[in-house]
């Protein structure tokens, strides 16, 4: 049986304005600006430019009696025209003088598919037929320059894109033309592949080699042909004995291999190619007169304020309802741009206290972290979690984190992200707390000193640690390890 009733609940839920706030606060600096723009152009009562210098101030005068729709549209009128709504300048203190250009600079040059396009005249093609097959290859390699396609799906591509029809063997046969342009090693489709083809360019360019090189270049390309995973793998031992050399001769050959270039498009800016990211760091972070300053880049944040037309609209409205002259239409228009002025007014509310929040929790890491922005000296970097901030802010772990992801800040020591700076703690023998990055970074000084030819295992490196203080597991240092972006020992190995 169905029945009604009524009750009443307590629930926190967020305004709008909170998750507008919310939005704001993950927003870095090099995409707050599209942000505003956008607002920008959504909300016409919004609008860049500095804050007006002749406020209006008007004394309140008595209302008419009216409706209590009405008496609230008035008292909002009133309250609007005395109090001028909010708008911020950001070239105050606490903010960056920076005046860039606010662009950022985009490298203009030809890109890899072009330069590929343009060493098509260098083949001898029969017919118009070959060299759109030629284009279709070139087509399919990837920003990389690799062939990722095999010769029968590009047949199937030609077929249901182009309306060609046609073989492997000719696929085949002009994709090796394709693969004695330059740079050399591209339309390859694998990493065995591409090395290969720089050495065959390499051989067959010889005159300029003496025979000691010639030697060397044949031994690395019997070592990538034949015995590739065994060079991937690092079995230099087992290399020397299956081509009966010396380690110096080994050395010489895996030397030649060095040398050539596994992402032979690396050097092209190609159709496909993300446009280059410049970090645009959000905090700046300098020494004056021995002690820390904070400030924070405004550079893409420009000046708000409510419209003045729409001011002087609302103004208007209230003039003619003085003397009697208003009509629902135009009642229906101030109402209309009550709701735009209100959004403008929550936006730029939201964007103040976007940069109070974020200026509030820097200054506290800031703070916090005060030894390291001092000297620089990553081993001064404290234990710090988001929970610490949280506590000293007054404000939400989930704030922090809004704050500090995809945020940077620039120092006299480099520029670093603010996750960077958050870690957990690891006691010493001395019973001492320190940070899990100091550890990593004395983990990767220690590999960085050692004998590359006979590596440190990690059970070696647990030692090691251990001897300066670190109580740590191995299973703990293959993880550090692992996330410095270290290999194995084994392949960490050189001749």
Partial sequence: MLKQTISQKMLQKLSPQQIQLMKLLQVPTVNLEQRIKEELEANPALEEGLEREDRLVEEQENRDEATEDNFELDEYLQDYIDDDPSSYKLSANNYSQDEEDRTIPISVQQSFHEHLEEQLGLLRLNNEQEETIALQIIG??????YLRRSPTAILDDLMFSQNI???????KKILQMIQRFEPPGIGAQ?????????????????????????????????????????????????????????????????????????????????????TAQYV??????????????????????????VSDQYRDMLRSYRNNRR?????????????????KIDSAKWFIDAIVQRQQTMYNTMYTIMQYQYDFFLTGDKKRLRPMILKDI???????????????????????????????FFSESLST?????????????????????????KPLSDQ????????????????????????????????????
């Fill in 323 to 339: 003397n009697g002259t208003s009509n629902r239409e135009q009642k229906e228009a101030v109402v209309f741009i009550k709701q």
């Fill in 140 to 145: 399919s390699i990837d920003e990389d320059g």
């Fill in 190 to 274: 694998d990493l065995q592949e591409c090395l290969l083809l720089q050495l065959d360019l390499k051989l067959e360019d010889n005159f300029e080699l003496d025979d000691e090189d010639l030697i060397n270049l044949k031994r690395a390309k019997l070592i990538i042909r034949k015995y590739f995973d065994a060079f991937t793998k690092k079995h230099y031992e087992k290399l020397q004995k299956q081509l009966e050399i010396s380690q110096d001769e080994l050395r010489d050959a895996i030397g030649e291999i060095l040398k050539l270039n596994p992402k032979p498009a690396s050097g092209f800016s190609t159709a496909n190619q993300r």
């Fill in 390 to 420: 949280a506590e000293i802010t007054n404000l939400d772990i989930s704030t922090i984190s809004r704050v500090a992801n995809s945020k940077f800040v620039q120092t006299e020591f480099g520029t670093f992200r603010l996750k960077e």
């Fill in 429 to 453: 023998t001395d019973g001492e707390d320190v940070s899990t990055t100091e550890v990593k970074n004395v983990l990767k000084d220690i590999i960085d000193a050692e004998n590359k030819s």
């Fill in 165 to 171: 029809f046609t073989d492997e063997a000719t696929v």
């Fill in 280 to 305: 645009t760091p959000d905090f700046f972070i300098f020494t004056r007169d021995g002690e820390l300053e904070l400030e924070l880049n405004s550079r893409n944040a420009p000046d708000l304020r």
């Fill in 460 to 495: 070696k490196l647990m030692d090691l640690l251990r001897e300066k203080g670190y109580d740590i597991a191995r299973r703990t240092v293959a993880k550090y390890r692992e996330q410095l972006g270290v290999p194995v020992a084994r392949l960490r190995k050189e001749l």
